[in-house]
């Protein structure tokens, strides 16, 4: 006897837990520390890079790296990017909203496989959406730092993030 679906089961009945700030919930200046930060490993970077056809040595050869000056392998940027960027969704996007861009991206000192990543964002914009009524834009600067508190990327990044709606 194989087992299948529960026929009791009504996937309907379970209501929809909506996560994620609205528009309102953002104030030009508010800080959001984003939570416990992720560490970035050899693994992630050659996984990354490869996924990437990003074929680099100075991110996938220890020695290349190490002969241009480097202790190991650098973390690709574009992961590190993306990582900051995760770190941040839970507090500013997870509600749902087009993403509507990256601006003013830096890459301030190298990452290497061991670096642990934290972030925090700072709200810097916010209008109501001209073209799409019950919608707002947001802007956020978003800093992350290694396990050093050194600075190693920032950027500005916007959304378009829902109003509360109405009851």
Excluded at 68 to 78: E, K, L, R, S, T
Excluded at 81 to 109: I, K, W, Y
Excluded at 136 to 164: C, F, M, P, S
Aim: hydrophobic share 35%.
């Amino acid at each position: 006897m194989t087992a299948g679906p529960r026929q009791d089961f009504d996937p309907k009945s379970f209501p929809v837990a909506r996560k994620g700030r609205y528009y309102d919930d953002f104030e030009v200046g508010q800080v959001l520390e984003h939570h416990w930060g992720r560490t970035l490993t050899a693994a992630d970077n050659v996984a990354f890079s490869t996924a990437t056809c990003h074929w680099s040595p100075m991110y996938l050869n220890a020695e290349f790296a190490r002969a241009h000056g480097h202790p190991d392998a650098i973390v690709n940027p574009m992961l590190v990017l993306c990582t900051a960027v995760g770190l941040s969704v839970e507090d500013l996007s997870e509600a749902g909203g087009p993403f509507l861009g990256v601006d003013g991206c830096r890459f301030h000192r190298p990452v290497f496989p061991g670096d642990t990543l934290t972030a925090r964002s700072t709200v810097i914009d916010k209008r109501e959406s001209a073209s799409r009524a019950g919608t707002g834009i947001v802007t956020w600067h978003t800093e992350a730092h290694n396990q050093r508190g050194e600075l190693v990327v920032d950027y500005r990044r916007t959304n378009l993030v829902a109003k509360e709606p109405r009851s």
